[in-house]
């Protein structure tokens, strides 16, 4: 099988359009991804369980808007309340880590 050489993987295609790991615009982008995969994980849960976002709302304590806005990659999320979300309603918990 030949390589298409007019084919460019991922990692490739997001260095050529944010520049290097450690420059400003990379970190923005991979800080503004990690926020993106939150909402997705979130999302991706929830429908796992069968749950819309009021059922979800319901069960965590918090409002449909709030479900919304974190699954379409709300900025500012309380730690505790995600965890309550998580735990309270997905039945799942939380856990975090710090990478260098």
Do not use: C, W
Request: aromatic share 6%.
């Amino acid at each position: 099988m030949q390589a298409n050489e007019k084919l460019t993987s991922l990692s490739q295609f997001i260095e050529q359009e944010h520049g290097p790991a450690g420059s400003k615009s990379r970190e923005e982008f991979e800080a503004g991804y990690e926020v993106f995969k939150l909402g997705a994980l979130l999302q991706q849960a929830r429908r796992a369980k069968g749950l819309t976002q009021q059922q979800l709302a319901d069960l965590a304590g918090t409002d449909k808007s709030y479900i919304s806005k974190l699954e379409k990659d709300l900025k500012d999320v309380r730690l505790s309340t995600l965890q309550r979300i998580i735990s309270e309603g997905l039945g799942g918990h939380l856990e975090l880590s710090i990478k260098f």
